[in-house]
């Protein structure tokens, strides 16, 4: 689904991606893991287009996209949480996810789109689209609550829902389980497996925690120094000297 060739992005002197290849297959959820400063969240910042790279390429369903403004990226069914910034902590959480395809398509494109005139009907279409979301992750009883007001577990679900506001391929998520607890984990744990076997959806997510990567993600990969080190299942990745390595020495 995406194939990720040679990449390269530096900031100053510092490369922070330095000839990064790897895969990630349909219907999987493929972990990103690493030391700190590793490059994992510059790697997410290329795919979904807020940078650029200095070289390599990034394929989509073989498609090149790493040379599409990122207000396009969501139209390829491609998907990243967003922090909910204090903007968006000021409306209600049905609000919030209403306006996700906005942030995600790009403030001109949705003007324009708003001058269509079968636009109330899609108006229709997007909240009815919200509810289902909000019925998936068992939170209808927050439609009308401020995103400002909940925990922030309640956040992670409301940033975790925005994504699937545009009915993403591939969903990518940046420390998920940040900040959230256990239980609320769990269930997080149980939507993204229920929408990749039966919504066909494949995640890519970058995780600290161990024990969730473990359990939730196959393959995972390794990044190192801006390159790939590794890749494999939880066990192979356990069991890799280099792995242990980087672990240590970062
Ligand atoms: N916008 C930026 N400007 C300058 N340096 C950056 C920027 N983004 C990342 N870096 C640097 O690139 C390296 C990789 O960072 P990052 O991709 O955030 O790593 P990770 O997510 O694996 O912890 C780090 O040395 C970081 O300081
Ligand atoms: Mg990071």
Redesign the pocket.
């Known amino acids: 689904m995406l194939t990720v060739q040679n990449l390269e ?1 530096s ?2 002197g ?4 330095d000839g990064c290849s790897f895969e990630v297959e349909d219907e999987t959820i493929t972990g990103l893991i ?12 290329l795919i979904s287009g807020f ?1 650029q790279p200095d070289g390599g390429k990034i394929l989509f369903r073989e498609n090149r996209i790493d040379d599409l403004p990122p207000y396009r990226i969501p139209h390829l069914r491609l998907a990243r949480t967003f922090q909910i910034t204090r903007e968006l902590q000021k409306m209600t959480v049905i609000d919030n996810l209403m306006v996700a395809p906005l942030d995600q398509m790009g403030e001109s494109l949705w003007n324009s789109w708003f001058r269509i005139p079968s636009v109330k009907n899609q108006e229709r279409k997007i909240k009815e689209k919200a509810l289902d979301v909000l019925d998936f992750l068992e939170i209808e009883d927050l439609k009308d609550e401020y995103a400002g007001n909940l925990s922030g577990g309640q956040k992670k679900l409301l940033e975790f829902g925005r994504t699937m506001m545009t009915d993403p391929e591939l969903i990518l998520l ?1 420390e998920p389980g940040a900040g959230i607890n256990p239980t609320l984990m769990k269930k997080l744990n149980g939507y993204i497996e229920t929408l990749r076997s039966e919504e066909s959806m494949t995640f890519f997510l ?1 995780e600290h925690d161990m024990d969730l990567v473990m359990q939730l993600c196959d393959p995972i990969i390794v ?1 190192s120094e ?1 390159k790939k080190l590794a890749e494999g299942s939880a066990r192979e990745i356990q069991e890799n000297e280099k792995v242990l390595e980087a672990y240590l020495g970062g």
């Open positions: 992005k900031f100053g510092i490369r922070a991606v690493g030391p700190n400063g590793a490059g994992k969240t510059t790697v997410f910042n940078y940046d970058i990044m801006g």
